[in-house]
């Protein structure tokens, strides 16, 4: 693949290029970053020049920042030169000899310029037209030009089985049982579904988890809920069985919590309602013991209740196009007593963890009476003082959220020996160090060293102000779209898009882009219609109508292209004219199509889906300049028809190229292309 690469350069040079690039990066690094083939040319060039090793000239070549700044940027200070070398001035010589030393026309690069410490590199129009779109469109699937099914290889998919693949667990969603599916769960579930995303296409195995909250005392409480309102007869011919589940554990919630517009007037009322919710907690607590005490009709009840909840998220996920393969939730080292003695065992033989005594005891549950067991993170480790206490038993003996999330890394570490977990959670830091922390404490800091946690502002509590489940979120999403669709979207947008079944597929890349925006604007805003449904600005519907309309142009190109040249000629059809693409503002997008291998490191490396959301819109804007001079200038002014038609195929070729990346982009942010 490499040595055809370097051919397509045409104008000699090809035996050393192939020289250079092969004893010097990772064939994986040259194979799937187009732009490493123009770098490691170019280190060597440097190199040459400025004799600072090729390994140091390649570091200090970046992709550049922003478009109007060339391609690549060589930045100097990178450099380990002596000291009181002069940058600016070495800028300008290296600008003088790299212009003395290439040849004209350089089949890779324009003359360079120099911008302060920076010498800055454009990558020729013609190395750009005959090596990037032939690469890109080599990895398009077999799936044919018109297969949406065809999962389109990522231009930056490593080889299919790299030598020792390694695995990452990623963590996300994690709603609890019978309790309300927060905007927190629904950001996780966006963003982690990404951070899985990426992980598989930079070639890791991925396995993805729902940390269920399906255990502790809430469970007690959804069990007692059962137990005073809760009816088979009614739940097997409910339409919704899982909704009936939150609406009864949304009933017995109610009584428990206390209430506060109690005035001076109702204090009799209100002492009845302390005096209730205080059975109430008995109650939950008991019922909860029986579960942990794997009482039969207990642990039964709650075997129904999470099978009930997990078809239910199993079949609402798939509307987001996700998928768990694993909903081991916090229930599953409960379940395994001998898992959590383990850990217990060696918490409290090294003494990591001590039991409580003369606390204030003020029974508030925290642990803080007699009996609990706890960690004190200042006694081990003076620098972890700020983590404070964190429990491991309660007083009731109980287990613990933490003391789960400790046992359940040891498990997973023994099911799936993970090189890396993420866990993509809103908020709970301190919750997260004092888990890792006492991973460190019980010896295992390589394991804990591959803990992650990727955090984020947890919102309102619920979307839109008032939608509980995730399907009821999905539900308003839709019709937020529909409504949107048959009233304010303009007459241009294709009909397909908003077909029901489509509209679907729309509303979803409409609420993962609001999601998106909406973290990195207001955390207090939930719901922002304008930006969930409008067609311009960076929104899913703007994203959708872009790749429609490219799509649509494709196919115009191809049927014209077939009436030319029907399929009975013996023709082979047009050559492509890549000449004509030499111009802005083809030559721009496809400038921005060599980005996008950069742009995906980049977003691996911060985990931050708004590199490639923004990146994205960069493409799309570029594109409609594309597609709108074409509108206005018609096609082939002034040429032969055999040069219109050149010109086609190079256009077909570009937006071809173009759409597998956009399609590529909306894959790792798990938005699916909307097809007819
Ligand atoms: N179920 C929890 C919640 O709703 C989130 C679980 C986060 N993950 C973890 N390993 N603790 O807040």
């Known amino acids: 693949g490499l040595a055809a690469l370097v051919q397509g350069l045409g104008g000699g040079g090809e035996e050393e290029e192939e020289a250079v690039l092969t004893g010097f990066a990772t064939p994986d690094v040259l194979l799937h970053q187009p732009l490493a083939i123009y770098r490691a040319h170019l280190a060597r060039t440097l190199d040459g020049l400025v004799g600072c090793g090729l390994e140091q000239a390649y570091d200090a070549i970046q992709p550049a920042s922003s478009a109007g700044n060339g391609d690549l940027d060589f930045v100097l200070p990178k450099l380990k030169l002596a000291d009181g070398t002069k940058l600016q001035d070495l800028a300008a010589d290296v600008v003088k000899k790299v212009c003395a030393s290439f040849p004209r026309p350089h089949p890779l690069f ?68 019978g309790q309300d599916f927060r905007t927190d769960h629904l950001r996780s579930t966006i963003l982690g579904a990404f951070v899985a995303n990426m992980y598989e296409a930079m070639g890791w195995h991925v396995v993805r988890i729902n940390y269920l909250g399906d255990w502790g005392k809430q469970i007690g409480l959804l069990g007692l809920g059962w137990i005073k309102y809760g009816s088979d007869d009614v739940l097997a011919k409910h339409a919704d069985p899982f909704r009936y589940i939150h ?68 079949s609402t996920y798939a509307r987001l196009g996700v998928a768990f393969d694993d909903y081991s939730g916090e229930s599953l080292v409960c379940r395994n007593p001998e898992a959590l003695a383990r850990v217990e065992a060696v918490l409290r033989a ?113 979307w839109g102000g008032d939608a509980r489940l995730l399907g009821d979120i999905l539900d308003r999403c839709e019709e937020y779209v529909r409504r949107a669709a048959a009233s304010t979207w303009p007459d241009d947008v294709p009909a397909h898009l908003r077909r029901t079944a489509v509209a679907g597929q729309v509303a979803i890349s409409s609420l993962v882009v609001h999601e998106l925006n909406i973290r990195n604007r207001s955390h207090t805003i939930g719901l922002d219609v304008e930006l969930l449904t409008a067609t311009d600005g960076e929104t899913g519907p703007a994203l959708q109508l872009a790749y429609a309309r490219l799509r649509q142009t494709l196919s115009q190109l191809k049927a014209a292209a077939a009436a030319k040249d029907p399929p009975t000629s013996t ?106």
């Not at 109690?262 to 109430?280: F, K, L």
Request: charged share 25%; with cysteine; hydrophobic share 40%.
């Open 110 to 177: 324009l003359p360079p310029f120099k911008d302060g410490v920076h010498v800055r590199f454009f990558l020729s129009p013609k190395s750009l037209t005959r090596i990037l779109i032939p690469y890109i469109l080599d990895r398009r699937g077999k799936g044919g030009d018109d297969s949406t099914a065809a999962p389109a290889p990522a231009l930056t998919t490593p080889p299919p089985a790299p030598p020792a693949q390694k695995k990452a667990l990623v963590e996300f969603s994690s709603p609890n049982l």
């Open 247 to 314: 609406e009864i554990a949304a009933r017995i919630d109610a009584e428990f919590r206390p209430r506060l517009e109690a005035t001076r007037r109702q204090q009799q009322q209100q002492q009845q309602q302390q005096q209730q919710q205080q059975t109430r907690r008995g109650e939950r607590d008991a019922t909860f013991k029986r579960l942990e005490d794997g009482e039969a009709q207990a642990v039964e009840l709650w075997e129904k209740m999470r099978d009930i909840s997990i078809a239910y998220y199993a």
């Open 350 to 462: 090294e003494g990591i963890a001590e039991q409580r005594s003369g606390g204030d005891g003020d029974g508030d549950g925290d642990g803080d009476g007699d009996g609990s067991w706890v960690v004190d993170f200042a006694k081990h480790n003076p620098a972890a003082a700020r983590l404070g206490v964190a429990v491991v038993r309660a007083r009731d003996g109980t287990t613990t959220y933490f003391l789960r999330d400790v046992a359940t890394v040891l498990d997973r570490l023994e099911d799936y020996s993970f090189d890396k977990m993420v866990y993509v959670v809103g908020e709970q830091d301190a919750h997260f160090r004092q888990v890792f922390e006492t991973v460190r404490l019980l010896g295992q800091g390589d394991v804990a060293g591959r803990l992650h946690h990727l955090s984020f502002t947890r919102g309102p509590a619920q």
């Open 571 to 676: 023709s082979t059809g047009a050559a492509a004219d890549y000449s004509s693409l030499w111009d802005a503002p083809w030559i721009e997008l496809l400038r921005l199509l060599a980005r996008f291998p950069n742009v995906a490191v980049a977003a691996f490396d911060s985990l931050e889906p708004e590199t490639i959301l923004s990146y994205l819109f960069l493409v799309v804007d570029e594109l409609s300049y594309c597609l709108d001079v074409v509108d206005d200038n018609g096609d082939g002014d002034g040429e032969t028809e055999e040069d219109a038609a050149r010109q086609s195929v190079a256009r077909a070729h570009l937006y071809q190229a173009t759409r597998q990346v956009l399609e590529n982009g909306m894959r790792l942010l798990n938005i699916t292309p909307a097809a007819r």
